[in-house]
């Protein structure tokens, strides 16, 4: 039975710790590579939580995440003869177009193994990025899907596979951004009381968190998770590495059902905290990134961002980084983000409404139920015959969740018979 050619080994994982002169070694080999992204303050986001929040924008690097600088790490790292005989990865998207990108520029060959729900943008960026040299493989509905058909190619044709984070260069390379922020915010603010960054499989955190322990121990280092796919967190609370069984698939850049042996090691240590927040307020915060920021994140972008509610309490007044993990975000994805954010901030109701099916219903439902500033945004309506009653499917968009009381109080009065979907996630999940 043939081997495969893989640097990406179980043995020994909880071992491994990121050491300092590794990760300053991966920084400055990096440095010709990828692009010093910017830390740039948020005056908005600084006002509302009364704190200095900076945000480290990854979403500018060269592959639009940072992601270039772990695989680029690994890839080099390789002997000549690793390199040669192809480099095969597994990825939702942004370490594909890392691998793709680091694979052109030393001219090797890649196979690159990707969901087939990824978001068509990021395909097409591995194929820009990759060039000639990369072959695209869509495979399965996750990130762990891809994973187990990459290692069944590596094992049948001896290829050398990159993980997207269970790996030691590719943590000592993202590592690189925390290296990036303590130098970039010493001139100035100096501690750094907070940093919060994604959690997917956990190479960005266990790197950054492992030389922030070495050089500003005193900063809170916060994880944070999209809530449908909370692996690490589930994993820490468990004290084992643990499995979902299955995952929202949305926050694609950080959505796996098991952490890296070596990440979840490194977290366990490292991190005071991982949290967790609903992908219907990523959306939200996707949409107030674009109009108050004019900043395009795609939805693991959003997670560090998302989750300062949840520690607004301990930063006021305090210095805060977020890390910007990516800006890898396809366009035809937008109605759907606008949909989630507005379902969760409650601005959007669906309903099941039993009209009479005589003339003038319609128009009274318009006139007496519906208040000046609710918005119909969706009517299916088909009439029946020999029925006294025909149900129809309608989205109210409100200008504020406080008038979904009234407009329920209203529908009740008149003796409207409605079924309320948001509720019905049974029924709720065909309409949206």
């Given amino acids: 039975m043939n081997t495969a050619v893989s640097t990406d080994t179980t043995a020994e994982t909880s071992n491994y710790y990121p050491a300092l002169d590794e990760i300053l070694a991966a920084a400055q080999r990096l440095q010709s590579v990828v692009t010093r992204t910017p830390l740039i303050r948020s005056e908005n986001l600084s006002e509302r939580y009364a704190a200095d929040i900076y945000l480290k924008r990854e979403d500018q690097q060269l592959v639009r995440s940072y992601k270039i600088r772990g695989a680029y790490n690994k890839i080099v790292s390789l002997t000549a003869a690793q390199q040669s005989q192809g480099i095969v990865c597994a990825s939702a998207g942004n370490h594909a177009q890392g691998v793709a990108y680091a694979c052109a520029l030393l001219g090797l060959k890649a196979t690159i193994f990707m969901p087939a729900p990824t978001p068509g943008q990021k395909v097409e960026q591995v194929r820009k990025y990759g060039k000639a040299l990369v072959d695209i493989r869509l495979v399965g509905d996750t990130y762990d899907d891809a994973y187990h058909q990459a290692m069944l190619f590596c094992s049948a044709e ?137 900043i395009v994140v795609e939805p693991a972008g959003a997670l560090s961002i998302a989750a300062l509610d949840n520690v607004k309490d301990e930063i006021r007044g305090k210095t805060v980084v977020c890390v910007v993990s990516g800006g890898n975000n396809d366009i035809l994805r937008t109605e759907e983000i606008k949909e989630r954010a507005m379902l969760f901030e409650g601005l959007k109701h669906y309903f099941i409404v039993n009209f009479p099916q005589r003339a003038g219903a319609l128009r009274e439902f318009l006139a007496e139920v519906l208040g000046p500033h609710d918005d119909i945004a969706r009517f299916e309506y088909a009439k029946k015959n020999n029925c006294d009653r025909g149900p129809a499917l309608i989205g109210i968009e409100l200008a504020c969740k406080e008038d979904l009381q009234p407009l329920l109080e209203r529908m009740t009065e008149r003796q409207i018979r409605f079924e309320y979907l948001n509720d019905r996630q049974d029924l709720f999940r065909f309409v949206v």
Avoid: W
Wanted: hydrophobic residues 40%; charged residues 20%; aromatic residues 6%.
């Fill in 158 to 294: 001896q290829a050398t596979f990159v993980h997207p984070f269970d790996d030691p260069k590719v943590i000592e390379g993202q590592a690189s951004v925390g290296v990036e922020i303590l130098n970039q915010l010493a001139a100035t603010e100096g501690q750094v009381d907070m940093l919060l960054m994604p959690v997917g499989g956990g190479g960005l955190a266990s790197g950054v968190s492992s030389y922030f322990r070495a050089r500003s121990p005193l900063t809170r280092l916060i994880g944070v998770e999209p809530e449908g796919a909370a692996s690490m967190s589930g994993s820490l609370a468990a004290g084992s590495n643990e499995t979902l069984s299955r995952i929202d698939n949305f926050v694609d850049g950080a959505a796996v059902k098991r952490v890296g042996e070596r990440t979840f090691a490194i977290c366990k240590q490292n991190l005071d905290r991982v949290v967790t927040v609903p992908e219907g307020l990523v959306c939200s915060t996707m949409m107030q990134l674009y109009n108050q920021e004019a």
